[in-house]
């Protein structure tokens, strides 16, 4: 992929009004927000919701280009108990499946 189409900044700083305008909901009129605009890595989501920039994040470009995003993330962040398979999906599990270290090496 070439380093013009993959980035490594935050989320933040690829949309800024993104969060800051849920921050700013959540701080003054004291709703549930939730952050939007370029949240692709796990990292990201966390740190929005840990950090009180948003009560949840929404994705819809990282969730159509891996469906399994969800999954990935809970592996990177270390959650993987929390997370239930559905039982067809059991046998990819990372763990249970050897190729799981070769198809998700960052995981």
């Given at each position: 992929m070439p380093n013009s189409v993959r980035s490594t900044t935050t989320s933040a700083s690829r949309c800024?009004?993104?969060?800051?305008?849920?921050r700013m909901m959540r701080a003054h009129a004291r709703i549930h927000t939730r952050a939007v605009g370029m949240i692709v890595e796990p990292q990201q989501a966390?740190?929005?919701v840990s950090e009180g920039?948003?009560?949840?994040?929404?994705l819809a470009r990282?969730?159509?280009?891996?469906?399994?995003?969800?999954?990935?993330?809970a592996e990177k962040l270390g959650a993987e108990g929390s997370i239930t398979y559905p039982?067809?999906?059991?046998?990819?599990?990372?763990?249970?499946?050897?190729?799981?270290?070769l198809a998700r090496p960052e995981g």
């Amino acid at each position: 992929m070439p380093n013009s189409v993959r980035s490594t900044t935050t989320s933040a700083s690829r949309c800024p009004r993104c969060v800051s305008t849920a921050r700013m909901m959540r701080a003054h009129a004291r709703i549930h927000t939730r952050a939007v605009g370029m949240i692709v890595e796990p990292q990201q989501a966390e740190s929005i919701v840990s950090e009180g920039k948003a009560d949840t994040v929404a994705l819809a470009r990282a969730l159509l280009d891996n469906p399994r995003w969800v999954w990935h993330a809970a592996e990177k962040l270390g959650a993987e108990g929390s997370i239930t398979y559905p039982p067809q999906y059991e046998r990819s599990k990372r763990g249970l499946w050897p190729g799981a270290v070769l198809a998700r090496p960052e995981g």
